[in-house]
């Protein structure tokens, strides 16, 4: 089951946020979530770690339920064999599920499962499947897989460790992927996620993709609201300003 409705609506207002929510206050999320909507946010992302693909563990699909929002929710699952745990997390409402390239040795068997399952808050849509990659694996293991995915997400950062800084080399990754995309004529969005900061967000926008994942810059125990306008101001306001080049 293709998500092309959902990819036509994500490019469309492209480039967007989706915001992580792992730094947020869980005992006002739902206030917080919903100033961050007020401000135009459409997306909401949850980082799925379990301590075996990265270090750190955080949340899983009962968590992803209670969150009750209007927001399209974006899981990230940076987990070890992601297929039989699939339909656990598109039951808790995820709309997009991202899986990484190096979590399973059948990562194309997960993706074409995705593609079989549907989407509870849109029964006749089905999930948007993006694929990962982190900072060291070759941009070339996507090409494989090109027919089975709507988005490409670049990590900016090794996950699961905090405090790292936007690795540089991104936005030539970027500018190679892009390329790639556009001469296999496929209609992929291209993500951006790990280290995205208020001081970077613009540089990070110039760059071209179609999605940036941030957390701590909007949810920073201070002002979740404000925060998100300042992002997304800066962000239509950089996207308007040029567009975006290819990095040689």
């Known amino acids: 089951m293709q998500s092309k409705s959902l990819v036509d609506e994500l490019r469309e207002a492209a480039p967007l946020l989706s915001v992580g929510i792992l730094t947020a206050d869980l005992m006002s999320l739902g206030s917080e979530l919903a100033l961050i909507q007020e401000a135009g946010v459409r997306l909401v992302h949850f980082d799925v770690m379990d301590g075996c693909y990265c270090p750190t563990i955080t949340v899983g699909p009962g968590f992803i339920k209670a969150v009750k929002t209007p927001l399209l929710k974006d ?17 808790a409402g995820a709309d997009m599920i991202t899986v990484h390239i ?47 995915v709507e988005m490409v997400v670049l990590l900016a950062v090794n996950p699961g460790w905090g405090g790292q800084k936007f690795i540089a080399a991104t936005g030539q990754r970027l500018g190679q992927l892009r390329r790639m995309i556009r001469e296999a004529r496929k209609d992929i969005l291209i993500g951006v996620d790990g280290g995205i900061t208020r001081n970077n967000v613009a540089e990070v926008v110039r760059m071209g993709p179609d999605l940036i994942v941030t ?11 404000g925060n998100a306008t300042f992002m997304l101001d800066t962000v239509h306001r950089t996207a308007g300003e040029s567009p975006h080049t290819d990095h040689a």
Do not use: T, W, Y
């Open 215 to 225: 957390g701590s810059a909007v949810f920073d125990g201070k002002n979740p609201g």
């Open 102 to 148: 190096g979590s399973c040795r059948h990562i194309h068997r997960v993706l074409q499962r995705l593609g079989e399952l549907a989407s509870v808050n849109h029964p006749n849509r089905g999930i948007l499947r993006g694929l990962a990659l982190d900072p060291g694996v070759p941009l070339e293991a996507v090409a494989p897989l090109m027919d089975e």
């Open 75 to 91: 899981v990230h699952l940076m987990i070890d064999d992601p297929l039989p745990k699939l339909e656990d997390f598109v039951a």
